[in-house]
């Protein structure tokens, strides 16, 4: 099981995301219609990917700058966007000892950052806070017999890792040295930045691709064919269960398999044996919902995912009958990596247990309404209707989130 995971997500005023206070479990499916700010949840996580990579002030002019990102609605716009994560962050932390937290604050006029990093030890059972406001970093510590200790970290030492105004933490302060918590947060950076928003790209994932190394699945399935080669070549009982849920969601499959149009050229594609073919059928001439099958069955059967995995739209292209089997291998696959999953499918959500649910919705100002019911009122509901399928409770508007 992975050892890190996010436990919840508030956000203020980010895009539609006025106030938002988002538990997280280890499958969250967010359902509601378009503009609800499904999106906008994942686009937090790319603005904190980017700011890791490519630092604050670049991450926000990427994206327009501060007021192409500040909350639209109400009667003035706000001065500030907040984004906080709260969870087993670091890689050896104890959940019995409390949440360790993240926290981005960026402030207008003038254009302003403050970042606090609360993180424990799990080799001293002390707790560390760092709080970096424009150049400067202040550390202060909490023992586990209970004293308190803080110090300002040494001009010397912020000027040598550059921290500057608008600099990150999650991009400098790993380059402390272990005794002032670099580590622990190099673990925090590795985790926001490393996350994967996967989305199938048909028209590159049925390509010829070189093949050979370890590179992972990437983002849109663009190296699918040497990804599945090496599942069969070295996780020989993993791709056992892929090809099997693959056959028995494709009925006219027999087996999945491989060609080299190259010679011998180091380059392949996928090829499907069906029933009552004479030859293959290359996956270029799959339909596109086959194609987009394998591409997330590869994903969730990746043994080595990231801590926490996006999807939007999981359903776009599959037939009903496919959904089943991915949502068993989501929860199966979620002992490895966290799903943060968006879809429109009522068909999709019948499959849920209500923990999984998230429903969304906008507010009278523009603002939106995430979740609009906490796990146990769903509860409450599907009690009431004795066993409705939570699909179709959201399509009759009884948990809200109408489409």
């Given at each position: 099981?992975?050892?890190?995971?996010?436990?919840?997500?508030?956000?203020?005023?980010?895009?539609?995301l006025?106030?938002?206070?988002?538990p997280?479990?280890?499958?969250?499916v967010?359902?509601?219609?378009?503009?609800?700010?499904?999106?906008?949840?994942?686009e937090?996580?790319?603005?904190?990917?980017?700011?890791v990579?490519?630092?604050?002030?670049?991450?926000?002019?990427?994206r327009?700058?501060?007021?192409?990102?500040?909350f639209?609605?109400?009667?003035?716009?706000p001065?500030?966007?907040?984004?906080?994560?709260?969870?087993?962050?670091?890689?050896?932390h104890?959940?019995?000892?409390?949440?360790?937290?993240y926290?981005?604050?960026?402030?207008?006029?003038?254009?302003?950052?403050?970042?606090e990093f609360d993180?424990?030890?799990s080799?001293?059972?002390?707790?560390?806070e760092?709080?970096?406001?424009g150049?400067r970093?202040?550390?202060m510590?909490?023992?586990?017999?209970?004293r308190f200790?803080?110090?300002?970290l040494?001009?010397?030492l912020?000027q040598?890792i550059g921290i500057?105004?608008?600099?990150?933490?999650?991009?400098t302060?790993?380059?402390?040295?272990?005794?002032?918590g670099?580590?622990?947060?190099?673990?925090i950076?590795?985790?926001l930045?490393?996350?994967?928003i996967?989305?199938?790209?048909?028209?590159?994932?049925?390509?010829?691709?070189?093949?050979?190394g370890?590179?992972?699945?990437r983002d849109d399935?663009s190296?699918?064919?040497?990804?599945?080669?090496?599942l069969?070549d070295n996780?020989?009982?993993?791709?056992e269960?892929?090809?099997?849920?693959?056959?028995?969601v494709?009925?006219?499959?027999?087996?999945?398999?491989f060609?080299?149009?190259s010679?011998?050229?180091?380059?392949?594609?996928?090829?499907?044996?069906?029933?009552g073919?004479?030859w293959?059928?290359?996956?270029?001439?799959?339909?596109?919902?086959?194609?987009r099958?394998?591409?997330?069955l590869?994903?969730?059967h990746?043994?080595q995912?990231?801590?926490l995995?996006?999807?939007?739209?999981?359903?776009?292209?599959?037939?009903?009958?496919?959904?089943e089997i991915?949502?068993?291998?989501?929860?199966?696959?979620?002992e490895?990596?966290?799903?943060i999953?968006?879809?429109h499918?009522?068909?999709?959500?019948?499959r849920l247990?209500?923990?999984?649910?998230?429903v969304?919705?906008r507010?009278?100002?523009?603002?939106?309404?995430?979740?609009?019911?906490?796990?146990?009122?769903?509860?409450?509901i599907?009690r009431?209707?004795?066993?409705?399928?939570?699909?179709?409770?959201?399509?009759?508007g009884a948990?809200?989130?109408?489409?």
């Amino acid at each position: 099981m992975t050892t890190q995971r996010l436990t919840e997500l508030r956000v203020d005023n980010f895009r539609s995301l006025r106030k938002v206070r988002l538990p997280l479990g280890p499958v969250n499916v967010l359902v509601g219609p378009n503009g609800a700010g499904k999106t906008n949840v994942l686009e937090v996580f790319r603005l904190l990917a980017d700011i890791v990579h490519v630092d604050l002030s670049r991450a926000l002019d990427m994206r327009g700058g501060f007021d192409k990102l500040v909350f639209r609605g109400g009667d003035r716009p706000p001065k500030f966007i907040q984004v906080e994560v709260k969870g087993w962050l670091t890689e050896e932390h104890n959940p019995k000892e409390g949440a360790e937290e993240y926290r981005l604050r960026v402030e207008t006029d003038p254009l302003a950052r403050k970042e606090e990093f609360d993180f424990s030890f799990s080799d001293t059972g002390s707790w560390r806070e760092i709080i970096v406001t424009g150049g400067r970093a202040m550390s202060m510590d909490r023992k586990a017999d209970g004293r308190f200790s803080a110090q300002r970290l040494p001009d010397v030492l912020t000027q040598t890792i550059g921290i500057q105004p608008l600099s990150s933490g999650l991009s400098t302060l790993p380059r402390l040295s272990d005794e002032f918590g670099g580590r622990e947060v190099g673990a925090i950076a590795d985790l926001l930045s490393n996350f994967r928003i996967f989305d199938v790209e048909v028209a590159k994932a049925f390509m010829p691709v070189a093949f050979g190394g370890d590179e992972p699945l990437r983002d849109d399935a663009s190296n699918l064919a040497a990804f599945l080669l090496r599942l069969r070549d070295n996780h020989g009982d993993i791709w056992e269960r892929l090809e099997a849920d693959a056959i028995e969601v494709l009925p006219q499959l027999e087996g999945i398999d491989f060609d080299y149009p190259s010679g011998a050229g180091r380059s392949v594609v996928v090829v499907l044996r069906e029933r009552g073919l004479r030859w293959p059928t290359q996956l270029m001439d799959a339909s596109y919902g086959t194609i987009r099958l394998l591409g997330l069955l590869a994903m969730l059967h990746d043994p080595q995912p990231p801590a926490l995995t996006c999807v939007e739209e999981v359903d776009h292209g599959l037939h009903p009958q496919a959904l089943e089997i991915l949502v068993e291998r989501v929860r199966e696959a979620s002992e490895r990596t966290q799903f943060i999953i968006a879809t429109h499918s009522p068909a999709l959500a019948d499959r849920l247990r209500p923990e999984e649910l998230i429903v969304c919705e906008r507010g009278d100002e523009g603002e939106s309404v995430i979740p609009v019911l906490s796990a146990e009122r769903i509860r409450e509901i599907v009690r009431a209707s004795e066993g409705m399928p939570l699909g179709e409770l959201w399509f009759s508007g009884a948990l809200g989130g109408d489409l």
